[in-house]
């Protein structure tokens, strides 16, 4: 439970620092002087958003902190110790929101997340404003508070979870789908393309062999009368050729004895020119005894060319690139291909997915039909003893016209409410009036309070336009709830703040240049002058007095 809240320049509260037992804590005190603001600067450490503007004018921040027991709260103790946030003793959560705007939250002195303050901050509390009633009205409501008397909530999260796949699926299916007769031309394009290039079959570096071949063959003549023509000046020309120029020379100078040193270089070069001019006749012989100008090879060299280049034109690259373009088309066939197992494996799922949906929303249908009449009784029940006798309440459970899975389960879920004898049942936006809305909307709250898991439960002013005899019994059903947890209730009421195990008094302190929010823990001559003056106004009569220590004597007893 809640067991010490400090607030420090937070709006009009400067300083506060506030020790909260167990039982039911009324908190009163005039309008505006800042009963809200306690539980809103609560909120604050329950992850609720904050802005600039909650920063006390002229503090450079506000510093709000609350400490609770978890003696009685597994679930909040095995929350922290997922996260490696335990710690012997209390829990403390923390939130300062800096006059610029910034904001840094804390468990346990470790920083944390807005997110997580506020995961934790469900385990630990659960809020009733006087606003609920007009949530009343929707039917997410309705189901919402089923789900939470029927302690389904987190099948209802699975339900929700079961659809979300099931239509996130089924999305993915369609679109895989949609593209079928459009995949279909594109695989079978891909398909006659790669059959092309397949059957091209192009070597790695045959396109330049192919492109040097022809160009060998094409220039055939020239190349053949070249070569005769060089073979002749070398070594078979009568009148004078290369290799007799050079034996003749060679005899000349080698017939000298004791040549010098340059013309026995010279002699070693001529004799090495002779060599090589004997050897590149020979390769020329040779070249020429083998070559074969074929027409026929020189027509297959331009058929296999022109196929090449074709098939390049055809898909605007060059040819070079067509290995490259024939990986890009694999790549490409094979993703459809991939979209067609997609398209089978993602059918199965949606299968899958519905079947397990209809599960778990069958055993949801079944845990809010059993709830609904038992909480039913239980709020007519409290409509009944809150004045309004006679009156019925209702849950209608109607299937969904949809077909599909739907995230909320399989049926729709509706308050009805006959707000007097002989009226038929409708629904609650249309026939409850202000003040049957008030009442209906506390009995469901306090009906739906009792099977919280919440130890702490806060009501603010929820008993907004109720009075009288029905106002007391208000203050002994959160009495009530009280005695099995923590209940915190800012109320106007008297009847409802007599009720209360402890009462706490909200009241301003002025100076000449500030105005300041106080919380005084009031003792019991206190306390009767509290609930006199909330009886009676500004002036304490005997007779006011009386009736307060009558009020307060009666629920104490």
């Known amino acids: 439970m809640l067991v010490h809240l400090s607030v420090h320049n937070y709006a009009i509260v400067e300083h506060l620092d506030l020790e909260l037992d167990g039982g039911m804590s009324v908190i009163s005190g005039e309008t505006g002087a800042g009963k809200s603001i306690m ?8 992850g609720d958003r904050a ?39 209390p829990c403390i959560l923390r ?3 800096t006059a610029e705007g910034r904001s840094r939250g804390y468990i346990n002195g470790a920083p944390c997340p807005q997110g ?47 659809a979300q796949r099931w239509k996130q699926t089924k999305s993915e299916l369609e679109r895989l789908s949609g593209l079928g007769d459009e995949q279909r031309a594109r695989h079978q394009l891909l398909s006659y393309q790669l059959e092309e290039l397949d059957n091209l079959a192009l070597g790695e570096q045959e396109l330049d062999q192919l492109e040097q071949e022809h160009k060998t063959l094409t220039n055939a ?50 004799a090495s020119a002779q060599i090589q001019v004997e050897e590149a006749v020979g390769e020329l012989n040779r070249f020429l005894d083998h070559f074969d100008a074929d027409p026929e090879r020189l027509q297959q060299l331009e058929e296999r060319l022109d196929s090449i280049y074709t098939l390049a034109r055809k898909h605007r690259i060059q040819p070079n690139d067509m290995a490259t373009l024939q990986q890009q088309l694999f790549e490409e066939l094979e993703s ?15 299968c899958a997915y519905a079947r397990h949906y209809q599960d778990k929303a069958g055993e949801l249908s079944q845990l809010r039909s059993a709830a609904a009449q038992r909480l039913a009784s239980a709020v007519e029940a409290e409509m009944h003893s809150l004045g309004m006798p006679g009156g019925r309440f209702s849950i209608q459970l109607r299937a969904n016209s949809s077909d599909e899975p739907q995230a909320n389960g399989l049926e729709l879920v509706e308050f009805l ?19 049957e809305l008030s009442r209906i909307s506390l009995a469901i709250q306090v009906i739906t309070a009792q099977t919280s898991r919440v130890p702490t439960l806060v009501f603010d002013e929820v008993d907004v336009g109720i009075g009288g005899p029905t ?13 099995r947890g923590q209940v915190l209730c800012v109320t106007h009421l008297p009847q409802v703040a007599a009720q209360g195990h402890q009462h706490l008094f909200v009241h301003k302190l002025r100076d000449s240049d500030a105005t300041r929010t106080a919380v005084s823990k009031l003792e019991r001559h206190q306390r009767v002058e509290e609930i006199a003056r909330m009886l009676g106004g500004v002036d304490l009569t005997e007779e006011s007095l009386a009736h307060a220590r009558q009020m307060v004597g009666s629920a104490q007893a």
């Not at 539980?39 to 329950?46: I, R, S, V, W």
């Not at 802005?51 to 004018?57: A, E, K, L, M, N």
């Not at 039917?139 to 008397?149: P, Q, V």
């Not at 459809?336 to 949606?350: C, G, H, I, K, M």
């Open 39 to 46: 539980l809103d600067a609560l909120g604050l450490c329950l």
């Open 51 to 89: 802005d600039s503007g909650v920063v006390r004018p002229g503090a450079d921040k506000a510093d709000i902190l609350a400490s609770f027991d978890l003696h009685d709260i597994p679930e909040a103790r095995a929350w922290l110790a997922e996260r490696d946030l335990e710690q012997d003793g």
């Open 95 to 97: 939130r300062v929101i």
């Open 116 to 162: 997580d303050l506020k995961a934790l901050g469900e385990l630990l509390i659960d809020i009733h404003s006087q606003h609920e009633h007009q949530s009343l009205l929707k039917a997410d409501t309705h189901r919402r508070l089923l789900d939470e008397y029927a302690g389904s909530q987190e099948l209802a999260r699975q339900v929700q979870l079961a």
């Open 221 to 270: 003549e020239s190349l053949l009368s070249a070569c005769r023509l060089v073979i002749e000046q070398c070594s078979e020309n009568d009148a004078g050729n290369v290799l007799s120029a050079l034996t003749g020379s060679l005899n000349r100078l080698s017939g000298f004895q004791g040549q010098p040193g340059a013309l026995s270089e010279a002699i070693n070069l001529l």
């Open 336 to 350: 459809l291909n991939a979209d067609d197992q997609a398209v089978e494996r993602l059918s199965e799922e949606l």
């Open 417 to 435: 409410v006959s707000a007097n004898p002989g009226q038929p049942l409708k629904p609650l936006a249309k026939v409850a009036s202000g003040g």
């Open 471 to 483: 106002a007391e019994v208000v203050g002994q059903l959160l009495r009530r709830l009280g005695e």
